[in-house]
């Protein structure tokens, strides 16, 4: 038997609260009349609803559904989720990580940055909440009320610290969790979004699924950005034999039989030379790996076009 008291934090005030892995695991969570808290969801939920909370700092882990923040002002959070929701908001500072397009309604002043953190048991919750790491639109948000002449959202400063937003848990319980809140550590690779690129020089680079998809697309990230060059977006998607053709052109047909083994995973790299670095990267780190690697800076900016339109078209956006 379920006991909604062990799903719902209400009334609350001045205090530190949370769940640890494995408590949560998969059902709904309702956070409510909060005041001066510092909330923390270590595990994978349902759908959250958050009401009427005020100067909170709130962590939600992966939320296979929606997260909807309704009346609240002042917060600060850190969510992954499928579907993000405000309504009726002010203020909310949030590091993002959302399978869909991000919306907000009569809601003001919110900023938003990447979500970016760490602990051994997040990949695993993103698992079973159904959400890829790759997936995240953190950055494109859709304000359902704008006003004329006003902007109700931005993004946070690119050297915003997670830590100064959503201070590590002070409470015995919670400091069980080996977080880290480095960028490079973060489960999620931290993209540039909706920021202004670097450089006009763009490549694509695909991964096509296997044993090691995720931790190639990683050691490819972490080369890359080693070299200064700027992560942009990254997507995981199914394709089939005939969007091959529209992405890839003239090489698809050495791609197509790779793509009954699961979804591919894209990257788009910004900078200076991008596409000759990312390509002699993919020769010397992954000789034995089929990877699809825009071909010349001319033809590179179509390429992330031809994709990630494709994949916006795909997921409904």
């Not at 709130?58 to 309504?87: E, H, M, N």
Request: hydrophobic residues 35%; aromatic residues 10%.
């Amino acid at each position: 038997q379920i006991d909604p008291k062990d799903y719902t934090f209400s009334g609350l005030k001045d205090e530190t609260v949370g769940r640890l892995p494995g408590k949560v695991a998969g059902q709904q969570f309702v956070i409510q009349d909060c005041e001066n808290c510092n909330i923390y969801i270590f595990d994978h939920s349902a759908t959250i609803t958050i009401d009427d909370c005020v100067n909170c700092r709130i962590f939600l882990g992966p939320i296979k559904g929606s997260v909807f923040f309704r009346d609240c002002k002042d917060c600060k959070c850190i969510v992954a989720c499928q579907q993000f929701r405000t309504r009726d908001c002010r203020k909310l500072e949030v590091f993002l990580s959302c399978a869909t397009q991000p919306i907000i309604e009569s809601s003001t002043g919110m900023k938003f940055g990447c979500f970016q953190y760490y602990y051994p048991e997040l990949a695993l919750q993103f698992k079973d909440a159904g959400l890829s790491i790759f997936n995240n639109t953190w950055s494109n948000i859709h304000d359902f009320t704008p006003v004329s002449g006003e902007n109700n959202w931005g993004l946070l400063p690119e050297n915003a610290v997670v830590q100064d937003y959503v201070p590590l848990p002070s409470s015995e319980e919670l400091k069980a969790v080996r977080i880290s809140t480095e960028a490079t550590r973060s489960l999620i690779p931290i993209t540039r979004g909706r920021r202004q690129k670097c450089s006009d020089e763009s490549c694509l680079a695909v991964f096509f699924a296997g044993d090691y998809t995720t931790a190639n697309a990683r050691k490819l990230i972490d080369e890359m950005t080693g070299k200064g060059f700027q992560l942009v977006q990254t997507k995981e998607i199914s394709m089939k034999a005939e969007d091959t053709h529209r992405v890839f052109k003239q090489c698809a047909s050495e791609f197509i039989p790779l793509l009954e083994n699961g979804p591919v995973v894209a990257l788009e790299f910004s900078g200076d030379g991008a596409v000759e670095a990312c390509r002699s990267t993919i020769n010397d780190v992954f000789s034995g790996t089929k990877v699809f690697v825009s071909e010349s800076k001319a033809s590179a900016s179509q390429d992330v076009d031809n994709f990630f339109n494709f994949a916006d078209m795909q997921m409904g956006m």
